[in-house]
């Protein structure tokens, strides 16, 4: 909050001495100075929104009922990564709301919502205009100090998080602890020995049990102490929010009460409340234990094998054949095309006061699904098909989903615009088709976020079918609406991020459209593309049955 408040003081500021500098600068000095403002405005505050997106992807998460942090449930690496990517989507969503807003703005000579009065007072950058702009920055940083299940923002967050396995993995290793610890025959001895009211049976027994989580909890303890001892991880043990220290003098504690529970003169108080305490105590030695063993290991295989020492079993990623969806998002981008030409240039010839105009040139629809599949089609099958190359390959096996999904959005950038290019060359315009092959393509390569922002998404709901290591997707119809406009809020933020492009869209003079109507339309089929294969990445695929996992109590989202 102390950074936001300081945004706001300093934004205020440069527009409140913007006039009187203009003044005594001249006429030159007062057509530069809105620049110069809402460049201050933009620097400052990406400055502070990279620090207010780094301390929020650190704020602890709730791991049995104890605030955990983040940096020790993933590997060092992979939290560096998974942090670095949401400032960087902070900061260019920052970016782009403060320093082009002007271009949603002017869209509104297509759709007439907008009063002249504010129109002119954005191509002027006055002061009103840039007292706006501070106050939507001031807001997109108070939103990143706000923890609140609706704040959009921080969603994003959360998503990252569970492509680093940010909370699910520790809390899968929680629960394979509770109900599947197998302490090694070779650790029971030294147990026992460091602990006297532990017996050799106390870990065959039953597992609600106070005398088998206390041995379970004996064990953790001296498994956790020796890793201590041996001076590797001091960072890790004095970590105030883990509370070893803490939790070492409560087990002592319940040492002692423990003592008098089996030999039976534990006054009446203990007996009620000393089972409760167990658990709880058997809880966090297992919270701190999974923590332990992901923020040692950050290879996957390396887990998996020290985790079976332990005395559980954590399996490498499962995951299906992703290349068998391919026709599933061909026949969704055909017919999302298709439908977003027609309905945008039927609104357009009606808000044009032309009337409804049901019949279209159908050589142009034509065009556009082709331009459609040569970007967002081959970018999409091409990523599909590596990611079954690698899976063939084991490549992938200690790879995160934060890592894949990065690949996949340079992939996609740079695939899309190739296959554009190569219609537009053979069907393009004289103007471009004329075009040598690099300069077309560094033409076309503006194109290829729609692709990367679309393959990214999709790839990440694929793998929330396919992948046991990812949370299922709830498909009740309680979530209808939630999943929908999820899909509905991804299509508008790929139209926004691509808006500039989309309306620097420019028709030759021989053009069936006109360019105010080509940019309606581009704009119109982005959102519907984006939709349409939004929705079928969280609709169209069919989880199919898993065996018996060895992780169980899988967390089921939206």
């Known amino acids: 909050m102390a950074g936001s408040v300081l945004f706001i003081i300093t934004s205020i500021f440069i527009l409140v001495c913007s006039p009187a500098l203009a003044d005594q600068g001249g006429d030159s000095a007062g057509d530069l100075l809105p620049q110069v403002a809402q460049w201050a ?46 400032v960087v989507f902070a900061c260019g ?14 869209l509104a000579p297509l759709v007439p919502a907008i009063p002249d009065v504010i129109l002119e007072a954005v191509k002027a950058q006055s002061p009103p205009y840039l007292i706006v702009v501070a106050a939507m920055g001031a807001v997109f940083l108070y939103l990143l100090t706000k923890e609140a299940e609706w704040n959009a923002l921080l969603m994003m967050r959360d998503v990252i998080r569970i492509w680093i396995s940010v909370p699910q993995l ?72 883990f509370g070893f220290d803490q ?17 039976g003169t534990a006054p009446d108080l203990d007996l009620t409340t000393f089972p409760q305490t167990v658990t709880e105590l058997h809880d966090n030695c297992a919270r701190l234990v999974a923590c332990y063993l992901i923020y040692r290991n950050g290879a996957r295989n390396n887990l998996c094998a020290e985790a079976k020492e332990f005395g559980i079993d954590v399996d490498a990623t499962a995951q299906t054949n992703p290349l068998r969806y391919w026709i599933i998002y061909a026949i ?20 044009d006061g032309q009337g409804i105009v049901l019949r279209q040139d159908p050589n142009r629809l034509l065009a556009w699904v082709l331009y459609a599949l040569c970007n967002y089609g081959l970018a999409i099958i091409v990523v599909l098909l590596l990611r079954w190359i690698l899976s063939a390959l084991g490549v992938d096996a200690n790879q995160s989903h934060l890592v894949t999904y990065c690949w996949t959005f340079l992939v996609s950038f740079v695939i899309g615009p190739t296959g554009l290019t190569v219609a537009v060359h053979y069907f393009g315009q004289a103007s471009l088709s004329q075009l040598p092959y690099p300069d077309l393509y560094f033409k076309m390569l503006q194109w290829g ?40 809020a991804f299509a508008v933020g790929t139209v926004f991020l691509l808006l500039p492009n989309l309306l620097s869209l420019t028709a030759p003079p021989d053009a069936v459209w006109v360019a105010s109507k080509l940019q309606f339309i581009a704009t119109g089929t982005t959102f519907f593309t984006a939709f349409g ?26």
């Not at 969503?93 to 002017?106: S, T, Y």
């Not at 017919?335 to 009606?350: E, H, M, Q, W």
């Open 332 to 351: 969704a981008l055909i017919f999302s095309v298709y439908i977003g030409v027609i309905v945008s240039a039927v609104a357009y010839d009606l808000i």
């Open 247 to 263: 939790l070492i003098q409560k087990s002592q504690w319940a040492s002692y009460t423990m003592g008098r529970w089996k030999s």
């Open 449 to 488: 976020l729609g692709p990367a922002l679309v393959s990214v998404y999709i790839s990440y709901y694929l793998d929330r079918q396919s992948c046991s290591d990812l949370p299922d997707i709830d498909s009740s119809a309680a979530t209808l609406r939630r999943r929908l406009l999820n899909c509905f």
């Open 41 to 86: 405005i933009t620097l400052l505050g990406l400055i502070v929104a990279a620090r207010l997106a780094w301390q929020a992807f650190g704020r602890a998460v709730r791991v049995a009922d104890v605030p955990t942090f983040p940096k020790y449930m993933t590997s060092h690496r992979q939290y560096l990564l998974g942090s670095s990517a949401f």
């Open 93 to 106: 969503f920052f970016l782009l709301l403060v320093h082009e807003n002007r271009q949603v703005i002017m």
């Open 533 to 558: 294969l939004a929705l079928a990445a969280q609709f169209a695929l069919k989880k199919e049955p898993q065996p018996q996992a060895s992780l169980p109590g899988v967390v089921r989202t939206s």
């Open 170 to 241: 520790v809390k899968q290793i929680i629960t394979q602890i509770r109900f599947s610890l197998r302490v090694p025959a070779a650790a029971i001895a030294e147990v026992i020995a460091s602990a006297p009211e532990v017996a050799a049976a106390d870990f065959h027994k039953s597992l609600p049990t106070p005398d088998r989580m206390w041995a379970e909890i004996c064990y953790m303890k001296w498994w956790l102490m020796q890793r201590r001892e041996a001076g590797k991880d001091a960072i890790f043990f004095t970590e105030d929010s």
